[in-house]
């Protein structure tokens, strides 16, 4: 039987590093993958969002410690090569989501992962990925 893939979004990682209620389903996520029953991808597109996000509300410091917290999960950080910036472009062209959005829909799609997330404007690809709602 193949393990269950999670692809996670910004949205669920901020939340977990913020102990949001959200974490609880991440933790749930990351302690099936340490327990190695499932796995766990996070585009680089997604780090990249990650890291903007926490240096502009909360400093440089702090996103570079983050960046490095997010190493010492067990994540699979995912390149992104030319034919997943192609698929995320399709995604994006046929959705109203961001382009990074769309990067972790791609890598939702070609993993055949669960995206693990609690922003609304995943509500709009629910017909191209399965969703783990925070």
């Known amino acids: 039987m193949k393990k269950p893939c999670f692809v996670l979004d910004s949205l669920a990682l901020l939340a977990y590093f913020?102990?949001?209620p959200a974490a609880l389903k991440v933790k749930e996520v990351l302690k099936q993958a340490r327990n190695e029953n499932a796995a766990i991808f996070l585009s680089v597109i997604n780090l990249g969002e990650i890291a903007y996000t926490v240096e502009r509300k909360l400093?440089?410091?702090?996103?570079q410690e983050t960046l490095h917290d997010i190493l010492t999960l067990p994540v699979q950080i995912v390149d992104a090569p030319m034919d997943r910036v192609v698929s995320a472009a399709?995604?994006?062209a046929g959705f109203p989501i961001s382009y990074a959005d769309a990067?972790?829909?791609?890598?939702g799609q070609e993993?055949?992962?669960t995206i693990v997330t609690g922003d609304p404007?995943?509500?709009r690809v629910e017909s191209l990925v399965n969703i783990l709602w925070l």
């Open 121 to 123: 404007e995943f509500r």
């Open 18 to 20: 913020q102990a949001e």
């Open 59 to 63: 400093g440089w410091k702090t996103a």
């Open 90 to 92: 399709h995604v994006k």
């Open 103 to 107: 990067f972790a829909v791609a890598l």
């Open 111 to 113: 993993t055949e992962a």
